[in-house]
């Protein structure tokens, strides 16, 4: 069973930088997949970041420029550097694995969904004030 533990969460002022952690345990593969996605209120889940096991990347938009995903594979654990924060970035952000052999891009485009990623953590709250 994997397990997913968010870290990092926090209030800070727009323009201030945030760094989340996700520290991954049990089962384990060469085909993962992660990812952060992030949920604002009642709204849809979204993808924010994925990484995949052929070292790709993806963004959304919003975030382009300003965050960037990383895995240290030695420590298990994947982060997510956050940048010149925007009230607008304030969310709920959640940390997901899937091992069936997903890309960066569709985790960032479908990860969020049913039948997405596999595994996520509890979440952990940022908010950015102005």
């Known amino acids: 069973q994997v397990q997913l533990v968010e870290s990092g969460g926090g209030s800070v002022q727009a323009g201030g930088s945030l760094r989340l952690s996700c520290a991954a345990s049990g089962y384990t593969s060469s085909r993962d997949c992660m990812g952060w996605f992030r949920q604002i209120g009642g709204r849809e889940r979204e993808g924010v970041a994925a990484?995949?096991?052929?070292?790709?990347?993806a963004y959304a938009e919003s975030v382009k420029g300003r965050f960037t995903i990383s895995k240290d594979n030695a420590k298990n654990t994947l982060y997510l550097q956050m940048n010149n924060l925007k009230p607008e970035d304030s969310a709920m952000y959640y940390c997901a694995a899937d091992y069936s052999g997903m890309t960066a891009i569709q985790a960032l485009t479908y990860g969020a969904y049913e039948y997405g990623m596999t595994y996520w953590g509890k979440g952990t709250l940022v908010t950015i004030s102005s």
């Open positions: 990484t995949d096991s052929d070292g790709r990347t």
